[in-house]
């Protein structure tokens, strides 16, 4: 008899080794976890980054081939997109940030599958890139975040990931990497789990969320580089000597974010009840109808509202083109309607573009208030925070794309000028709403019976 049989009787042996299996397998889910997801997101973004810009180039080439196009493309597209949306991807419609705000929100995790999948995330891409294809005005960052928390949460119910905190905080880090990896922004990305996933939740910048921002961010780095989404401008603003001009660009950004958040809130939840049951009726023509006015809003400006904006932005921006007057309003209008058809696609960045062109006419109509491009960023952050409601957010992101760090205080005061503005016109927060209309409703209760004590039962 050995030495090991004589001290350790087989079923000490066997305890000993189911407990080194147990860790081994804990410790490959967490690797699994923490490493493949992160590699997967940030893949992810970056195919969705590429085909994107190849989306948009045909697009451009589409529509200059056949000038008339349009007409034709955006309402069958559109209601296309829709079909395809509701019957083989639902869940997919929209940005996708409401989604994952509702997943985190949802306490039941058997509703995940209503908000979060491999399947919706497979589907997010696709229609994402076709809606970028037909010249919706739709961006990629809303959709990445959700294709992100999508790939994290499939890890969810696998070893140590159980319960619903550990839920949260895969969700929490697919979403922040997705903004990360998104627009190459990784302090924006943390900032937003913060701001916008974690409103209801108390949030932790745990070493798990950095890493899974890091690793995904790695991803975008080693194929698109070290590059800022809209380059450098260079902008900078004389402080104090500049507070005008950041009060004038924080209230004007905001009034008018808080302007779309309200008629988007408006037409998808307080239309008069025979016009909201005849739309739900007829979905499929809706979206059409939403595309005929954006083809012909397109048409009428020669194409520049088509797509995400960001070519407009970046080379005006960049001091190498200029914008007409009428793009940030007719942006704005091609947004919400893209937004209100129910298609995929986020708003991040048509946001930025309708920022930029209300910056660019008010650095027109007073062309003493401070320097052009300084003007443009300011409006920029000020309609995104408007929007999203999300300043810290909207000022980060402004300067990790545009690597104008000179300009942090007066983003930094813009944004939340703009963020009180746009919640006297809009008091409820857009994607908090869109996310509430998302959640499952609570469990029905058994009344008990007169006289007996303690809360109602939920069905189950």
Known sequence: MSFFDSHYPPARRAAAAALWLARAQNMWHRGAAWILGPLLVGAMAVGLALGSERAGRFNVWLFKTVPLAPLLVLP?????????????????????????????????????????????ALGKIFLTLGGLAIGA??????????????IMHAFYGRGPFRGAAMRRILILAGGAAGIAAAFNTPLAGIMFAIEELSKKHAFKANSSTLVTVIVSGLISLAVLGNYTYFGSSGASLAWPLGVGAVLLCGVVGGAAGGAFSRMLIGVSFHLPPRLAGLLARRRLVFAALCGLLIAIIGMQTGGLVFGTGYEATRLTLEGSGALPWYFGPAKLAATLLSSAS??????????????????????????????????????????????????????????????????????????????????????TALYQKLAENMAPPPPPTVAKPSGASGPDTPIL
Not at 94 to 119: C, E, V, Y
Not at 139 to 150: D, F, L, M, N, Y
Request: hydrophobic content about 50%; charged content about 10%.
């Open 342 to 427: 129910g298609i995929a696609g986020g708003i991040f960045a048509p946001s930025l573009a309708v920022g930029a062109g209300l910056g660019d006419n008010i650095a027109t109509l007073w062309p003493g208030l401070a320097n052009h491009g300084a003007i443009m960023l300011l409006v920029m952050a000020a309609y995104l925070s408007g929007v999203t409601r999300a300043p810290a957010t909207s000022f980060i992101i402004m300067l990790e794309m545009t690597n104008d760090h000179q300009m942090l205080l007066p983003l930094m005061s813009a944004s939340v000028i703009a963020s009180a503005v746009s919640k006297l016109i809009c008091p």
């Open 137 to 150: 005005s739709i961006g990629r960052e809303g959709p990445t975040v959700q294709i992100g928390a999508s």
């Open 76 to 120: 069958a597209g559109m209601a296309l997109l829709v079909f395809l949306g509701q019957r083989y991807a639902p869940g997919s419609q929209g940005s996708g940030i409401p989604q994952t705000i509702a997943a985190i929100d949802t306490m039941d995790g058997d509703k995940k599958g209503h908000f979060l999948s491999p399947r919706i």
